[in-house]
T-cell receptor, first 111, second 117 residues
Framework: GENVEQHPSTLSVQEGDSAVIKCTYSDSASNYFPWYKQELGKRPQLIIDIRSNVGEKKDQRIAVTLNKTAKHFSLHITETQPEDSAVYFCAATGTASKLTFGTGTRLQVTL | EAGVAQSPRYKIIEKRQSVAFWCNPISGHATLYWYQQILGQGPKLLIQFQNNGVVDDSQLPKDRFSAERLKGVDSTLKIQPAKLEDSAVYLC???????????????FGPGTRLLVL
């Protein structure tokens, strides 16, 4: 089945700096890659997603890039703010058509 | 539109007891998912329904877990008997569905936090 690895597990940045979270996947047939943000005690919320026919997607301060050849995708957050502090999960849909999540990255934005 | 609803929000039980969780997906969503999220980990899919049929239950511990979605809308997940390692947040999610393939946005409910003592 699909295996998704996510790095780093924790990330601390100063307000205004950029943050990058990287994920790799194993199933070359995967075609959908969402990113979820989960604040403490709350539900995961979709912040951006990308499909395999697109290399990059941007939404205001958030961007995601996909390299199908290398089977990795990354989340980029620019001009980070304290409210960006949360756990971020990448995920991928493989041939089994089920969503497999990474292990999460705890992002801390300090003042 | 209303989001995914789950109840109860919290449950504390002793090991070997049984427990049931309820989920009401977003109206019109054909696909419903149950995930288990252990503290510090990402959600793990337990079972996926397309309308009232099971699409994937390969990671559901069938000796103790069961789930149903009889009328293709609400769903219940049951654990009987519970073990200590079942302590986790149980998340329900739904997507528009219409076909049993990946690539759909999944919307999550608030989850049920289960503690097994």
């Amino acid at each position: 089945g699909e295996n998704v690895e996510q790095h780093p597990s924790t990330l601390s940045v100063q307000e205004g700096d950029s943050a990058v979270i990287k994920c790799t996947y194993s199933d070359s047939a995967s075609n959908y890659f969402p990113w979820y943000k989960q604040e403490l005690g709350k539900r995961p919320q979709l912040i951006i997603d990308i499909r395999s026919n697109v290399g990059e997607k941007k939404d205001q301060r958030i961007a995601v890039t996909l390299n199908k050849t290398a089977k990795h995708f990354s989340l980029h957050i620019t001009e980070t703010q304290p409210e960006d502090s949360a756990v971020y999960f990448c995920a991928a849909t493989g041939t089994a058509s089920k969503l497999t999540f990474g292990t999460g990255t705890r992002l801390q934005v300090t003042l | 539109e209303a989001g995914v609803a789950q109840s109860p929000r919290y449950k504390i039980i002793e090991k070997r007891q049984s427990v049931a969780f309820w989920c009401n997906p977003i109206s019109g969503h054909a696909t419903l998912y149950w995930y288990q999220q252990i503290l510090g980990q990402g959600p793990k899919l337990l079972i996926q329904f397309q309308n009232n049929g099971v699409v994937d239950d390969s990671q559901l511990p069938k000796d103790r877990f069961s789930a149903e979605r009889l009328k293709g809308v609400d769903s219940t997940l049951k654990i009987q008997p519970a073990k200590l390692e079942d302590s986790a947040v149980y998340l329900c999610a739904s997507s528009r569905g219409g076909f049993a393939v990946g690539g759909e946005t999944q919307y999550f409910g608030p989850g049920t936090r289960l503690l097994v003592l």
